[in-house]
């Protein structure tokens, strides 16, 4: 048995010996080909031994890994055991070298321009993972690399929690927060409980998914951050609650019609929060009756959360782009796109904090703005999606509710006119027919009685806007 295989590439041959040699003088059970194998080995039955031996496989990462095949193809080794769960995989990187996009979504180790004691002391961090002795990676363990959601299947087995979201910079309150709900016996996950070589997307993903609520600090420094962006929209897309907080700064504009708890004197949670979360962990209770209204926690009913505990500011100027959908619908992420798609539009006329707009509203939405939605969101699909394949598709042709319901049968968004339109997070299951995105849809407001007659109203005033305009084009 191995505590881990190390894989490289002849150019890296002579560092990863240094770090393999390192490794084995700390305990470490190390499988290095040029002092494992012996003369009359078959080397390839060797190496798919030594993998199915090790608990942990090291994928060395050096200016020419990307290129290399035999890396590759043992890379695709190590990842089926890893997928298997045979084994954890890290990348470690030194030298000039970048993460390849094949090893980019594991929690990797960071050698790079580490030498002398800095290196002993890295390599010591990594000899106490491979013995199991520190697993934990934190939350600064990897860089902003941000693929296409991997294609794997939900883990039902992921426990409900609070996840809380945060940038680097706001590590500090976020690991005081964690332990103070943790020891208020409140479910808790965070960026810090992240191990040495988890698939760190698709775990978010998955915690995001089965949140009880997610937890979002805002500062901005979160706003600037694109993994907190894709965070919040990755808990917008599965109609998942929120308790924003604020540290500094303004409310982040995907949050902006969302209660928050103020925290920019450094204060956690009271007993008033406290309740509302213990109250919002009880409505995900197993055995609640179908249909039965939960009092949850942010986003509440207006009238539910104490004046004293909430704050709501003033909207501050323009704070996301059209390149930021651009790169979205560039990486597939379309419902990501859809989110902030109406966020963009919202934000165009002062209406973020309501999450929904009024006729008048759509009369002042900027031409340049919804044809270059319209131009991106045509691009990205061929045609498919967009105002333009909408409106050529199935034109509005009045104002009245009436007309709404005829957009949504032609675009997809209802099946029949008994259907009951579900939320957000099963109604784009259904996206695949023309004209089916944007659907300028708010799942904040779905919190709300009245969330329908919003959309509604968006929708109207959206469209009665491209009409005015000549729209199709």
């Known amino acids: ?10 150019q890296d041959g002579a560092w990863a010996g240094l770090l393999a040699d390192r490794l084995a003088a700390d305990g470490v059970r190390v499988f290095f080909d040029r002092f494992s194998l012996h003369p009359g080995d078959v080397v390839v039955h060797e190496l798919e031994a030594a993998i199915r031996a090790s608990g942990h496989g090291i994928l060395v990462i050096g200016p020419d890994t990307a290129s290399a ?16 769960g045979r084994l954890r995989l890290i990348p470690v990187v030194f030298g000039d070298a970048d993460l390849p996009p094949f090893a980019e979504t594991r929690v990797w180790m960071d050698f790079r321009k580490l030498t002398g004691p800095a290196f002993d002391a890295k390599a010591a961090e990594l000899a106490r993972v491979l013995r199991g002795e520190d697993v934990s990676a934190g939350a600064d363990a990897f860089g902003p690399v941000r693929p296409p959601r991997p294609p794997r299947p939900p883990d ?55 949140a009880l609520a997610v937890v979002v600090l805002m500062s901005p420094e979160a706003e600037e951050s694109e993994d907190v962006t894709r965070e919040i929209l990755e808990g917008q897309r599965h109609s998942r609650e929120f308790f924003p907080v604020l540290l500094r700064g303004e409310r982040n504009y995907l949050l902006a019609s969302s209660w928050y708890f103020d925290a920019r004197s450094g204060a956690l949670p009271g007993p008033d929060e406290l309740r509302l979360l213990r109250r919002l962990s009880e409505a995900h209770r197993p055995d609640r009756a179908p249909g039965e209204s939960p009092l ?42 859809d989110l902030l798609t109406t966020t963009l539009l919202l934000e165009a006329v ?26 991106r969101w045509s691009r990205f699909s061929g045609g498919r999606y967009g105002f333009g394949a909408q409106t050529r598709h199935s034109p509005l042709k009045g104002g009245r509710r009436a007309d709404f319901t005829a957009l949504c049968l032609g675009y997809g968004w209802r099946a029949s006119l008994q ?5 957000y997070q099963h109604f784009i299951e259904r996206s695949g027919g023309p004209g089916f995105f944007p659907t300028l849809r708010n799942p904040q407001s779905e919190q709300y009685l009245d969330w329908y007659d919003q959309w509604t109203e968006t929708v109207l005033s959206v469209h009665l806007r491209l009409r005015e305009r000549g729209w199709p084009q």
Do not use: N
């Open 296 to 337: 949850l926690p942010p986003p509440p009913a207006r009238s539910s959360v104490p004046a004293s505990t909430f704050a709501t500011p003033s909207p501050g100027p323009a704070r996301t782009s059209l390149g930021r959908l651009e790169t979205l619908l560039a990486e597939g992420e379309t419902e990501h796109a």
């Open 419 to 423: 259907e009951v339109v579900p939320k």
């Open 350 to 375: 002062g209406r973020l904090e309501d999450g929904w707009l009024r006729r008048s509203d759509g009369r002042r939405l900027p031409d340049d703005l919804l044809a270059g939605i319209d131009e």
């Open 1 to 10: 048995m191995y505590d881990v295989f190390i894989s490289y590439t002849e």
């Open 156 to 210: 039902e087995s992921v426990p409900a929690s609070f996840v809380v979201c945060h940038a680097r910079a706001d590590a500090g309150y976020a690991e005081l927060l964690a332990d103070h709900l943790s020891r208020s016996g409140l479910p808790m996950w965070s960026l810090g409980d992240l191990k040495w070589g988890d698939d760190y997307l698709w775990t978010i993903r998955q915690r995001l998914r089965r």
């Open 69 to 84: 095949p035999w890396a590759r193809q043992e890379y695709a080794a190590l990842v089926h055991a890893a997928t298997e």
